[in-house]
T-cell receptor, first 113, second 117 residues
């Protein structure tokens, strides 16, 4: 069975600062994908970034990067130069060999002036 | 290119009533999914489909049925709604589910907020 753990229920960051959202995972599948989604207060789920288990380099998408440490089973999201619009709920998720996306419980990020 | 759309956006039902949620995608994706999201929890998979005419149970399938008669549409039915089914329902789709490939990224619809009284 797959499991995603997000231990930070809430985080605060000042505008223009960088912030790291933690995610650890557990799986016995040899191949898996790791994802981060953003859910603003409007409710939609927005795909941010993907990391494959065999990818050698950390994924980056604009201001988002995924700090992938396979031996530690961690997939932390780093947001650089935070903006007020980054305030949202962030979910870490993974897929394995089954057709199923397993989600963590999320971290609520609040960006302050 | 609308991506994934869901209708309706909001619905209030009385206990015992039935309804169908419609999901449509225009990305020619093979795989489609229905999730529910409850407060303090991530999303949980209800049912999914790996292609037209196929469906399979997810993590929390009880009380729901699904159909995938056309590749672009995935319907979620509640035959006899219960207050425990009050939730936000999300539909998602993906090109494939070969784990470890970016093509298994799931794209979500805007959600349907359902309240069962």
């Amino acid at each position: 069975a797959q499991k995603i753990t997000q231990t930070q229920p809430g985080m605060f960051v000042q505008e223009k600062e960088a912030v790291t959202l933690d995610c650890t995972y557990d799986t016995s599948d040899p191949s898996y994908g790791l994802f981060w989604y953003k859910q603003p207060s409007s409710g939609e789920m927005i795909f941010l970034i993907y990391q494959g288990s065999y990818d050698q380099q950390n994924a980056t998408e604009g201001r988002y990067s995924l700090n992938f440490q396979k031996a530690r089973k961690s997939a932390n999201l780093v947001i650089s130069a935070s903006q007020l619009g980054d305030s949202a709920m962030y979910f870490c998720a993974m897929t394995g060999t089954a057709s199923k996306l397993t989600f963590g419980t999320g971290t609520r990020l609040q960006v302050t002036l | 290119n609308a991506g994934v759309t869901q209708t309706p956006k909001f619905r209030v039902l009385k206990t015992g009533q039935s309804m169908t949620l419609l999901c449509a995608q225009d990305m020619n994706h093979e795989y489609m999914y229905w999730y529910r999201q409850d407060p303090g929890m991530g999303l949980r998979l209800i049912h999914y489909s790996v292609g037209e005419g196929t469906t399979a149970k997810g993590e929390v399938p009880d009380g729901y049925n699904v159909s995938r008669l056309k590749k672009q549409n995935f319907l979620l039915g509640l035959e006899s709604a219960a207050p425990s089914q009050t939730s936000v329902y999300f539909c998602a789709s993906s090109y494939e589910t070969v784990a470890g490939r970016e093509s298994d990224t799931q794209y979500f619809g805007p959600g349907t907020r359902l309240t069962v009284l």
